[in-house]
Structures are given as C-alpha cells and as structure tokens.
C-alpha cells in the first residue's frame, strides 16, 4: 500500500471532496425544479453543472497518474 497521505493535505482533499458532492446535490435539486417547471435551459444549466461536479470529484477520487496523463499547456 502507499504512503500514509500528510494530515492537512488529507484534510484539503476531503474538505475540495465535499464541496463538489454538495453542488452535484444542489445540481440535482436545481435538475428537479426545473423538470416541476418545465424549464428546457434550466433543466441544461443543472444538468451540466451535475455533470462537471461530478467529474471534478471523480478526479479527486482517481487522480490520473503522471506517466498516463498527457502533457498539456493550458
């Protein structure tokens, strides 16, 4: 198994962790009032935004690693 992670970085991932969990669930109930509204653009808006968190976090989750991960200059 790895290394034991540093407390406070544990604690930074876990905090980064938990505000994506909480607006993917904001997302989600944003994505049921626009469904009770009938709101097409609302409906996108939420569902994009469910989809970026979720992603963000999966990222937190499985960081790629550095030899798979492609060389980009953002």
Same mark, same amino acid.
């Given at each position: 198994m790895g290394e034991a992670m540093d407390p /406070? %970085?544990?604690? /930074?991932?876990?905090?980064d962790l938990k505000a994506r969990?909480?607006? *993917? *669930?904001a /997302? %989600?109930?944003g994505i049921n009032s626009a469904l009770q509204a009938?709101? *097409?653009e609302g409906l996108f808006y939420h569902l994009n935004a469910l989809l970026s968190h979720a992603a963000t976090a999966s990222r937190v989750l499985w960081p790629a690693s550095s030899a798979v991960r492609?060389? %980009? *200059?953002?």
């Open positions: /406070a %970085v544990e604690q /930074a991932y876990l905090f969990c909480d607006h *993917a *669930a /997302a %989600v109930m009938r709101d *097409a492609p060389s %980009v *200059a953002w």
